[in-house]
């Protein structure tokens, strides 16, 4: 891979996006980490060893309007260009159903969804107009089945991700941009812990057909291979890391 290559991820701070940017840095990108906790990401950023590859921490809330645009301008100030987009900042929420209140909803709704949906808008814009790059969505098992532990917000939003996906790939495929979405199950690490209690996450763990949790670096290699440039002929797709939670 070309050292060249520039990536962002969202929501890289921490858990999943952490994992991705480490693998992305280790293989030879330059890394933006990109997340709503600007401290986090300039703490991850200085700590990614710069003789590999540069690295830098931005802060940036998906949710904003004018971020995607904000945070493409930056990334070509400091870099140049930008290859790879990793779609991963999310608000994990599990409020019952019914529950719901209509601020949560557009919180979920407006970081999930919107993040993911207008950084595809504009950062496609740009990726096709150079005629190459990368984008990976992190969707989730529960956009597939509805969700186990997760809320009714949380799923539709990664649903309609997955949708998303399939309509960004369709629209940039001709112009050397490809758009996949990589569908985790439950995974090591604080978000699961936090949704379900260490007593919740031992019953999840003897629910899963493989009887263990995902890992959080293998599911970044498979983002990584999604964001690699020989990953041309796989677009629309969703690549499933669930245990065997759901099989299609
Ligand atoms: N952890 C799992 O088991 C699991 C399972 C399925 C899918 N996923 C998906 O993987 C991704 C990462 O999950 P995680 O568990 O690491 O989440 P996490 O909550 O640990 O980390 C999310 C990161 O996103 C950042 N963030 C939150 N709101 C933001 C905003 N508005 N703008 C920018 N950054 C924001 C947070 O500061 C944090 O650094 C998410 O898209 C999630 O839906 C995770």
């Known amino acids: 891979m070309s050292s060249a290559q520039v990536a962002v991820v969202t929501g890289g701070a921490r858990g999943l996006g952490e994992a991705i940017v480490r693998r992305l840095h280790a293989d030879g990108y330059r890394v933006v980490v990109a997340d709503i906790d600007g401290a986090g990401a300039d703490a991850l950023a200085a700590e990614l060893d710069p003789s590999r590859a540069t690295a830098c921490g931005v802060r940036s809330d998906v949710a904003e309007r004018?971020?995607?645009?904000?945070?493409?301008?930056?990334?070509?100030d400091a870099f140049g260009a930008v290859?790879?987009?990793?779609?991963?900042a999310a608000r994990t929420r599990a409020t019952p159903v019914m529950e719901i209140g209509p601020d949560e909803l557009d919180e979920v709704t407006a970081v999930n969804f919107g993040g993911t949906f207008r950084f595809c808008q504009t950062f496609g814009s740009h990726l096709a107009e150079q005629g190459y790059g990368r984008i990976v969505n992190m969707?989730?098992?529960?956009?597939?089945?509805?969700g186990t532990a997760t809320g009714a917000h949380y799923a539709a939003s990664k649903g309609a991700v997955l949708t998303a996906t399939k309509v960004f790939a369709r629209d940039l495929a001709s112009r050397g941009v490809t758009v996949n979405a990589v569908s985790p199950?439950?995974?090591?690490?604080?978000?699961?812990?936090?949704?379900?209690?260490?007593?919740?996450?031992?019953?999840?763990?003897?629910?899963?057909?493989?009887?263990?949790?995902?890992?959080?670096?293998?599911?970044?290699?498979?983002?990584?291979?999604?964001?690699?440039?020989?990953?041309?002929?796989?677009?629309?797709?969703?690549?499933?890391?669930?245990?065997?939670?759901?099989?299609?």
């Open 83 to 88: 290859h790879v987009l990793v779609n991963n």
């Open 66 to 76: 004018a971020a995607p645009a904000d945070l493409l301008q930056g990334v070509l």
């Open 185 to 248: 199950g439950p995974q090591e690490g604080e978000t699961v812990r936090a949704v379900l209690g260490e007593d919740g996450v031992d019953a999840l763990r003897a629910s899963i057909p493989v009887g263990r949790l995902g890992d959080p670096a293998f599911v970044a290699r498979m983002v990584a291979l999604l964001a690699s440039p020989d990953a041309v002929s796989v677009t629309g797709s969703c690549w499933d890391a669930n245990g065997g939670l759901y099989l299609r």
């Open 139 to 146: 969707a989730s098992l529960a956009g597939q089945n509805g």
